[in-house]
């Protein structure tokens, strides 16, 4: 599987930013995807998750403010960023796990939040 992100850049406080990411390959219809972030100096973690049936999944800290969702005829995860902090500044992974519980992971695009 191959995952392909774009949407990432720079943003003033406050802003918005949509993330979009296209897996392609073995697809299989059963599957996860979703987005994980690392700040520098930090672990990477979670962000939000959409399964094939739709079932999503947000962190604390952008639960409110993100919106994740999946198109699945063109196997496309979006992610909608919106009232954007300095502290969501992150490169942000696209994730996939198939149905045998197999991850693979995007290269990351960069998203800062600044004035």
């Known amino acids: 599987v191959q995952l392909q992100a774009s949407g990432g850049g720079l943003v003033q406080p406050g802003g918005s930013l949509r993330l979009s990411c296209a897996a392609s390959g073995s697809i299989s219809s059963i599957n996860t995807m979703g987005w994980y972030r690392q700040a520098p100096g930090k672990l990477r973690e979670l962000v939000a998750t959409i399964s094939s049936s739709f079932s999503t999944n947000y962190a604390d800290s952008v639960k409110g403010r993100f919106i994740i969702s999946r198109d699945n005829a063109k196997n496309t995860v979006f992610l909608q960023m919106n009232s954007l902090k300095p502290e969501d500044t992150a490169v942000y992974y696209c994730?996939?796990?198939?149905?045998?519980?197999?991850?693979?992971w995007g290269k990351g695009t960069l998203v800062t939040v600044s004035s």
């Open positions: 994730y996939y796990r198939n149905r045998y519980d197999l991850d693979y």
